[in-house]
């Protein structure tokens, strides 16, 4: 998606992501097709860019779609990924220098824990990536929980 909004003006950003939607969130690689001719259509005149990098990235795209829908909204989710990523490297930056590598996890657990200090977050969390760990220790045969077991 960012790559699409290179080629294009800010003022169609909007419409190129709802145009782009159905593709990336198509259940099967026959639907994607079918979303991103009808995307060309709509686009290709105005920007053949865009239509053009998603084609020539298409055979990286398409084993994305064999995952469950729930695995697919958390990759395509990258902000709160890239908030908490922020915010580590924010507290390990102003630590500085760690004596070991206990200090250093440390540190970093202390920022994961400040990032929702009342703890409401929590239950906002659970419903949101609940399914997306299901989905991702059914898909991943379990090594997501074997670390608990």
Same mark, same amino acid.
């Given at each position: ?7 294009? *003006?800010?003022?169609?950003?909007? =419409?190129?992501? /709802? ?10 690689? #026959? %639907? !994607? ?46 902000? *709160?990924?890239?908030?908490?990523? =922020?915010?580590? /490297? ?10 070991? #590598? %206990? !200090? ?46």
């Amino acid at each position: 998606m960012r790559n699409s909004f290179r080629y294009a *003006a800010r003022q169609d950003w909007d =419409a190129i992501s /709802r145009g782009l939607k159905p593709v990336y969130q198509a259940a099967t690689v #026959e %639907q !994607a097709e079918e979303r991103f001719l009808e995307f060309g259509e709509q686009w290709g005149a105005k920007y053949p860019a865009i239509v053009r990098l998603w084609e020539n990235a298409w055979a990286e795209f398409v084993p994305f779609l064999q995952f469950d829908r729930e695995i697919r909204r958390i990759v395509c989710t990258t902000n *709160a990924i890239e908030s908490v990523n =922020a915010r580590i /490297r924010k507290a390990v930056k102003a630590r500085g220098h760690f004596p070991n #590598e %206990q !200090a250093a996890l440390k540190c970093v657990y202390l920022a994961v824990m400040a990032l929702d200090p009342t703890g409401k977050g929590r239950a906002r969390w659970t419903q949101r990536w609940k399914q997306a760990l299901n989905a991702f220790d059914i898909t991943f045969d379990g090594r997501l929980s074997a670390a608990r077991r």
